[in-house]
């Protein structure tokens, strides 16, 4: 890793599930983050942009377009950008295969890391049954979810009041759930099997918004999380080591205030 400007340098970054266009959607955060992070290639992994809320209603902050330009900038000033779309910003499905502002939109991307093992980077939705086979069920599910995001926000503006950190209510209930980890389990197994029908050594994925990297099926699983709930990147290493960094607290400055894994691409 090198230092640039005060950046920590990587050779590649992963962002998934930021969500601009929702009020749950840590954009402040995620601008910090981008101050102190650069990579020579960024992936989108899909839901960047949230095209189901804001088509029930408007909402687009000053920082959330801010979020759009520094991308934009960074692909100008000749970072690799690739865009693969999810199931919330499925309106880029119909670009594939090209370019705006030097942001190239893909179905799915082969990612090929420093050390020569390929990741098959997709967003997952299309694995997600609820997703693939029953739409309503989705969409009111989402607004459940927007629910909580909205709680999650009012309950963390206590904290701060209170000089605590922030704390993800809908993450919290989410994994005491059994089904939901039943279900985090699944995908994660379900994923890994798509990449090994693709021959590749690992699967880079978002959507469930649940950062994680691991071999628990015989392949390496990596998945970015999100920046609604736990501020989370996933970020490839000058040697091809792969990292989940969780940046929950911008006032810190610098430094991520921690790192939820990190595992050797040995």
């Known amino acids: 890793m090198t230092v640039l400007d005060g950046a920590r340098k990587f050779r590649t970054l ?19 983050f981008l101050r102190y992070h650069d990579a020579d290639t960024f992936y989108l992994v899909g839901d960047i942009v949230d095209g189901w809320a804001l088509r029930s209603s408007w909402y687009w902050p000053q920082p959330h377009n801010d ?19 999810g199931n919330h910003d499925e309106f880029l499905r119909d670009y ?12 799915t991307a082969m990612h090929e890391a420093a050390d020569g093992r390929r ?28 629910a909580a995001i909205l709680l999650n926000t009012l309950f963390n503006a206590g904290r701060r009041r209170l000089g605590f950190t922030y704390w993800s209510l809908s993450q919290w209930a ?15 197994r379900t994923l890994s099997g798509e990449a090994q029908r693709h021959q590749a050594d690992g699967v880079i994925c978002g959507h469930i918004h649940h950062a994680a990297i691991h071999d628990k099926f015989g392949i390496r699983y990596i998945n970015c999380g999100d920046w609604v709930e ?14 989940v960094i969780t940046w929950t607290d911008p006032a810190r400055g610098r430094a991520p205030a921690a790192v939820a894994a990190e595992v050797q691409a040995a």
């Open 230 to 243: 736990s501020c989370t990147a996933v970020v490839e290493h000058l040697d091809g080591r792969f990292e």
């Open 174 to 188: 989410k994994l005491k759930v059994k089904n939901a980890v039943n279900f985090i389990g699944d995908f994660e």
């Open 14 to 32: 992963f962002l998934s599930d930021v969500h601009l266009g929702t009020r749950g959607c840590q954009a402040d955060r995620l601008l910090d």
């Open 119 to 146: 990741y098959l980077v997709i967003h997952g939705d299309l694995f997600d049954v609820v997703i693939k086979h029953a739409r309503w069920l989705a969409l009111v599910g989402d607004k459940a979810y927007e």
């Open 96 to 107: 594939y295969g090209t370019h705006f502002g030097g942001i190239e939109v893909m179905e």
């Open 67 to 85: 979020v759009v330009q520094k991308i934009l900038r960074k692909a100008r000033k000749g970072t690799k950008v690739i865009y693969i779309p």
